[in-house]
């Protein structure tokens, strides 16, 4: 998640293993997109036919509009320089962003990326998604967030387990199919989570497609889920990755 290491903050734990029985099956790729090398990925979500994406580093962060047969940037805001740009999410006509460290987020018009407000939290900010009645948010512990969408207040946590473990570094999260879909940082994992018991069902293994987009460099893990519900497409990208995958979704599978 981060531009560099935090060997502590890995739970290797997590990847299965030979006595796990979670399903274990590897991402079906359908298509793939030009993806910009320069986007250090940190949200990502399909709305009315274009992706939004959210770029992270100090002085470099963004959210963009990115048209997906292209990847041409349609428009973009900057964040706050001072800022690590972290996960987004739409809510009504408003995109919520996250920002890493700093403790606080913002709120922006969809329409126009004008910033139209902020709110604070505690912990880190990593990642955001929704279903019908939440925002959902991960921090880097096995703790989700469930956040009332009008006052970004947490109304319940939930942990998220492996075969009674703990699985900690939840980055990009999409909500599809009444699961939640997780990267696990610094691997090629998608944790497929049960929100309402935050019990692991299964992983999606995003290995071949690291090789495939060969972005180079300790930071370029795959991150970015996006899910487009009405014609039923799961995208998948990575942090500096030169493609965007359409990979067929978990129940596809």
Same mark, same amino acid.
């Given at each position: 998640?981060?531009?560099?290491?935090?060997?502590?903050?890995?739970? +290797?734990?997590?990847?299965?293993?030979?006595?796990?029985?979670?399903?274990?099956?590897?991402?079906? +790729?359908?298509?793939?997109?030009?993806?910009? =090398?320069?986007?250090?990925?940190?949200?990502?979500?399909?709305?009315?036919?274009?992706?939004?994406?959210?770029?992270?580093?100090?002085?470099?962060?963004?959210?963009?509009?990115?048209?997906?047969?292209?990847?041409?940037?349609?428009?973009?805001?900057?964040?706050?320089?001072?800022?690590?740009?972290?996960?987004?999410?739409?809510?009504?006509?408003?995109?919520?962003?996250?920002?890493?460290?700093?403790?606080?987020?913002?709120?922006?018009?969809?329409?126009?990326?004008?910033?139209?407000?902020?709110?604070?939290?505690?912990?880190?900010?990593?990642?955001?998604?929704?279903?019908?009645?939440?925002?959902?948010?991960?921090?880097?512990?096995?703790?989700?967030?469930?956040?009332?969408?009008?006052?970004?207040?947490?109304?319940?946590?939930?942990? +998220?387990?492996?075969?009674?473990?703990?699985?900690?570094?939840?980055?990009?999260?999409?909500?599809?199919?009444?699961?939640?879909?997780?990267?696990?940082?610094? =691997?090629?994992?998608?944790?497929?989570?049960?929100?309402?018991?935050?019990?692991?069902?299964?992983?999606?293994? +995003?290995?071949?497609?690291?090789?495939?987009?060969?972005?180079?460099?300790?930071?370029?893990?795959?991150?970015?889920?996006?899910?487009?519900?009405?014609?039923?497409?799961?995208?998948?990208?990575?942090?500096?990755?030169?493609?965007?995958?359409?990979?067929?979704?978990?129940?596809?599978?």
């Amino acid at each position: 998640m981060r531009a560099f290491g935090l060997f502590a903050l890995l739970w +290797v734990a997590v990847a299965p293993a030979a006595a796990d029985p979670l399903p274990l099956e590897p991402a079906k +790729v359908i298509a793939t997109f030009p993806h910009d =090398t320069g986007a250090y990925t940190e949200g990502l979500f399909y709305r009315d036919g274009d992706l939004y994406e959210s770029t992270g580093m100090e002085g470099r962060s963004t959210i963009r509009q990115v048209e997906i047969k292209t990847g041409a940037v349609r428009r973009k805001v900057s964040i706050p320089p001072s800022d690590f740009g972290e996960g987004i999410v739409d809510s009504g006509d408003q995109i919520v962003s996250l920002t890493w460290q700093g403790g606080h987020g913002y709120r922006w018009t969809l329409g126009g990326f004008k910033r139209v407000g902020s709110f604070r939290y505690p912990g880190e900010g990593w990642a955001l998604t929704k279903d019908a009645h939440h925002i959902i948010m991960s921090d880097g512990t096995p703790m989700l967030r469930f956040l009332d969408p009008k006052t970004l207040r947490i109304v319940k946590r939930v942990k +998220v387990t492996a075969d009674g473990n703990p699985v900690a570094n939840l980055n990009e999260l999409e909500y599809v199919d009444g699961e939640i879909l997780a990267n696990i940082w610094m =691997t090629d994992l998608i944790a497929r989570i049960d929100p309402a018991s935050g019990h692991v069902i299964g992983w999606i293994d +995003v290995s071949a497609l690291t090789k495939q987009a060969d972005a180079g460099g300790g930071d370029a893990v795959a991150n970015g889920i996006a899910w487009d519900a009405k014609q039923r497409r799961l995208f998948v990208t990575g942090k500096n990755w030169p493609l965007l995958f359409e990979i067929a979704p978990p129940h596809a599978r």
